[in-house]
């Protein structure tokens, strides 16, 4: 049966030149009147971007007893984690008797990945799903839950991030450092190849092929590694530049090849499961301390629930779309182990040489590695 999905919108693109002792790249450039209250903790550590927070307030005022809260992300109404954020709408209500609410805005309607991120920093939303690639401007580590070829499943990815020495800790430190609280984590997909005309199925084989790339550090790691040319393209001209051949091919997940119809103009999916994607819900830590005990067990509940929803439709829906794939003429290539442990081992030793002691310490990524029981 062919699933009914609509386009999923790619993830920000992080600035590759953004100087190392400049602003950190999450702090919005258009102050607003609140901030959360970690603001006058981080200011002094901004230079001029910090004097600006300082000169606003930095609280809010406890919420009332019948509230409603904003939560904004910019994917389309039938993806899986759309419906989990209004799953948590739903059960939020019900848990707190009704004295709180969530007004849940898709479709990218607020702004994109970045601006959300922005509004959700400055208390202008109240939760979001900020990508692990922007929360990695706050937290570099953060970035290792991107790395090509080192979560083999969801459940090792998710070990990492409730580890205490590893996601527990990062965790502590984006609500210190950013008065962002995660409340929850969710499976996004499995980041595939799709290509015209050619199937290549080693680093080797790769090579000169211009594979469409996400401008974040990591995914352009990942993809050289694979031994492609990354070739920055948005997301809204990615059939476009496809259909003329400005690239080769282009690495999504399952959902998003799918609802995107990329298989009009790429012939074969290849199952290389580059990249595993997780993402958080996140609540601004000035609005959760807003509420009461009960109220803040009512959200705390009703996220786990409703994440572990998103979760099982993601799964479900990848199985499901690999049989639509086909249905719509595409080639669907499975790697044989060893095939894709060559890819392992490139994109990994790649991802050491760019990562590795400059945004991690030296030796993080093998702690990473050893620690899930690679």
Known sequence: MTPTITSCNPPLDTPLDTPRDAAPAWLPTTMPTTMPKTAARVAPLLGLAGLALATVATSLPTLAADTELRLALENMPDEPVTQGMHRFA????????????????????????????????????????????????????????????????WEQLLGVLNAPEYGEKWRKQLLDDAGLRILEYYYFGTREVTMAGQTPRSPEAF???????????????????????????????????????????????????????????????????????????????????????????AIDKAAEEAMAYATELAIEQEATIVDALKDNGMQVIELSDDERQAFADSVRAQILADFDGRDWEEGFAQQVLDFIGE
């Open 90 to 153: 739903d059960l939020v209500e019900e848990y707190s008797e009704g004295r709180v609410t969530v007004q849940v805005s898709d479709s990218g309607h607020l702004g994109n990945g970045r601006e959300l991120f922005n509004q959700l920093y400055s208390g202008a939303i109240d939760l979001g799903k900020p990508s692990f690639p922007i929360l990695a401007d706050v937290v570099p580590e953060y970035s290792v839950t991107m790395a090509g070829y080192f979560f083999d499943d």
């Open 207 to 297: 090579n000169g092929v211009k594979l469409r790339a996400v401008t974040n550090p990591m995914s352009l790691s990942v993809i050289k590694g694979m031994g492609a040319n990354p070739t920055p393209i948005p997301f809204p001209e990615l059939f476009q530049a496809l259909n003329q051949g400005v690239a080769d091919g282009q690495e999504n997940p399952l959902p998003t090849i799918y609802a995107n119809r990329l298989y009009e103009v790429q012939d074969s999916v290849i199952l290389t499961h580059h990249q595993l994607v997780g993402q958080p819900l996140v609540i601004n830590n000035a609005t959760y301390e807003a509420l009461s005990d009960d109220d803040q067990a």
